[in-house]
């Protein structure tokens, strides 16, 4: 089964920074694009970025472009998404699918940004 559990969330600053990771299994990591999806409360699922098979640039929701950076490691099986200037309006629950498929998401991780 595939399994994708997200961690690394918490509560931050405005202007603060986060990294978060997200932990696969059940399926071959390296064979698919991967993506971060966030939702607020009270609010829709959003797409935040994806990252292709092989890594390298990432593509980003205009929310978040120039702020946030994704990123992986095939040898470990690892998504991360690095968060900076965060702004209270990130946050949501953070979680990744495989591809673009809400069925394999996996428990998120709550990011919260407050002063």
């Known amino acids: 089964d595939v399994q994708l559990q997200a961690y690394g969330g918490g509560l931050v600053e405005p202007g603060g920074t986060l990294r978060l990771s997200c932990a696969a299994s059940g399926f071959d990591f390296a064979d698919y694009t991967m993506s971060w999806f966030r939702q607020a409360p009270g609010k829709g699922p959003e797409w935040v970025s994806s990252i292709g098979k092989s890594g390298g640039a990432g593509i980003y929701a205009e929310s978040v472009k120039g702020r946030f950076t994704i990123s992986r490691d095939n040898t470990n099986k690892e998504l991360y998404l690095q968060m900076n200037d965060l702004k209270p309006e990130d946050t949501g629950t953070y979680y990744c699918?495989?591809?673009?498929?809400?069925?394999?998401r996996g428990p998120g991780t709550q990011v919260t940004v407050s002063s």
């Open positions: 699918v495989r591809q673009l498929d809400a069925r394999t």
